[in-house]
């Protein structure tokens, strides 16, 4: 990226801040004059405002911060910076802070709509008086919006009228507007396009209705960030294909994916982009929350994270919440952050929260050394799921593979798979070769734990970090899982949103 050209009027100081308060100061380059010879000759007046075309913003390497700088206003002792996240403006990211300098830094996150205020102030020894104005320069740090879909449409609708691009390109990104509502009235397909449906505001998420035989589809790269779906209109039975699912028919080849022959004898579409849902809630969940439509489709990566999924099923279920053993594969599966949950009077439930057909290494690898498959539950809840007799996993070409990677950190169970949480997420295989447990609470319903002495969780989860203690939920009733559980709390564990 272009580097900015600083102003070096005498020894000017750049003022660094990471976060609202964390004020440090570096000197700028030396320009010949010094503290004492320098002066504006500016005195006696109101200084000048600065134009927001003028303000230059540089994000870090590692995108984590970035660093504005301005041109010097003559005459100016000095000025007031603001940093704010428009979606949460009672957390200032800086907090009007006096700047001796003309340049500032401050922390950087993706998906924010920043405004930034600068107001250029008097110097009293030159008897000069504060800008009439301060300059606000609005930006993002949204990727690109391709197109808007306007308040209350029904998708299908919009874009049967707006169709997907037929040529291959970038990942298309659709904003839904903040706080606004839409339904989803059938299936959409969006098939080899890599599409990122998202409200472009990370606060007031838009609502999709689902209805009837609602499910969105992908045989390419597909996201959903800061959206809640709704799925209290659907009908069981009518909806038995879960609410995410691979196309049905999808093309040979997704958008942008070469597969290359030297690694892969896959030769069915193969997603290697992930696919995310992220900041994300969804309610009433009568179905799989994902499935693979009985198609030969391998994503190699799904990520669920920073979500609450709440599961309502109307009657029992011989799949799982994620279900893949009809043809197609996830290869990496992560919920990290998320809390899924049935409520205590559900009257159905779901057979596995995993289930999973993944092909044999031979047949998806050209090379052995490189069949990884990955499982992973990390600083998640889960409440009464797979409670009526059903197991946490459910794969028989991962069980007892050499090349798979088992991790399950820093959850608290309640209520699932009565068999044993760990010897089913291990699908009953001992001495598994990659296996990361730590932290993990499995409470029965009736306060009791899953047995560790005998034929239990002892024989799999054997980090001797459980913990044995309630975690003692809010109000579960209606969807609250903050704890008050000492050792939970000590440790940090389970969905980070619950933390007291």
């Known amino acids: 990226m272009k580097k ?31 503290d004492e010879s320098f002066d504006s000759g500016v005195s006696n007046t109101q200084v000048a405002t600065i134009s927001a075309e003028d303000i230059t913003i540089t994000p870090s390497a590692d995108g984590k911060s970035q660093t504005f700088n301005w041109p010097v206003v003559m005459g100016a002792g000095g000025y007031r910076v603001s940093l704010i996240d428009v979606a949460n403006p009672d957390k200032p990211i800086i907090n009007d802070s006096i700047v001796d300098g003309c340049s500032v830094k401050g922390d950087r996150e993706e998906d924010v709509n920043y405004k930034l205020t600068i107001l250029p102030l008097g110097n009293k020894q030159k008897n000069n008086t504060d800008a009439s104005a301060a300059v606000e320069k609005l930006f993002s740090t949204f990727t ?10 029904n998708l299908n609708e919009w874009f049967a009228a707006n169709p997907l691009p037929t040529e291959e390109g970038d990942n298309l990104n659709y904003d839904l507007e903040a706080g606004a509502t839409y339904t989803l009235s059938g299936v959409l397909d969006f098939n080899t396009n890599a ?11 838009a609502t999709i209705y689902f209805q009837n035989e609602a499910c969105i589809t992908f045989a390419a790269p597909f996201n959903m960030k800061y959206v809640d779906v709704d799925c209290s209109a659907q009908e069981i039975g009518s909806t038995n294909h879960g609410i995410f699912a691979f196309s049905k028919d999808p093309s040979l080849a997704p958008t942008g994916v070469d597969i290359n022959p030297a690694l892969y004898k896959w030769d069915k579409p193969m997603i290697e982009k992930p696919v995310t849902f992220v900041n994300s809630n969804f309610k009433n969940v009568k179905s ?50 998320a809390t899924f ?6 009257v159905g439930d779901y057979k ?63 209520d699932c798979s009565p068999s044993g949480v760990p010897r089913r997420f291990l699908h009953g295989k001992k001495n598994q070769k990659y296996v990361t447990f730590n932290n993990n609470t499995y409470m ?44 939970q709390v000590a440790r940090k564990t389970g969905d980070p949103r619950w933390l007291p």
Request: aromatic share 14%; hydrophobic share 35%; proline share 2%.
């Open 4 to 34: 900015n050209q600083f102003f070096t009027y005498s020894k000017m100081c750049v003022l660094a801040l990471t976060g609202a308060s964390a004020l440090f100061l570096a000197s700028c380059a030396k320009d010949g004059f010094d």
């Open 144 to 153: 690109p919006t391709y197109k808007t879909i306007p308040a209350g449409s």
């Open 195 to 205: 599409v990122t449906l998202r409200t472009n505001d990370k606060v007031k998420h």
């Open 288 to 337: 799989y929350f994902f499935w693979d439509n009985q198609q030969a489709v391998c994503a190699m990566t799904m990520l669920i994270d920073n979500c609450v999924v709440h599961l309502a099923p109307e009657k029992a279920f011989a799949g799982g919440v994620f279900w893949t053993n009809k043809g197609g594969q996830v290869n990496e599966l992560y919920v990290t952050n």
């Open 341 to 346: 949950y049935e409520l205590d009077d559900c």
């Open 352 to 414: 596995y929260f995993y289930q999973a057909g993944m092909k044999s290494g031979e047949e998806v690898y050209a090379e052995k050394s490189i069949a990884t498959n990955t499982v992973s539950y990390t600083h998640s809840t889960f409440y009464h799921v797979t409670w009526n007799g059903g197991q946490w996993g459910n794969y028989n070409r991962m069980g007892g593979r050499d090349c798979s990677h088992w991790i399950m950190t820093d959850c608290i169970f309640f």
């Open 444 to 487: 029965k319903a009736d306060g009791t734990f899953q047995d560790i002495t005998e034929d239990g969780s002892h024989d799999y989860d054997l980090s001797g970090t459980t913990i044995e203690e309630d975690p003692q939920f809010a109000n579960p009733a209606v969807g609250d899982f903050h704890i008050s559980g000492a050792t």
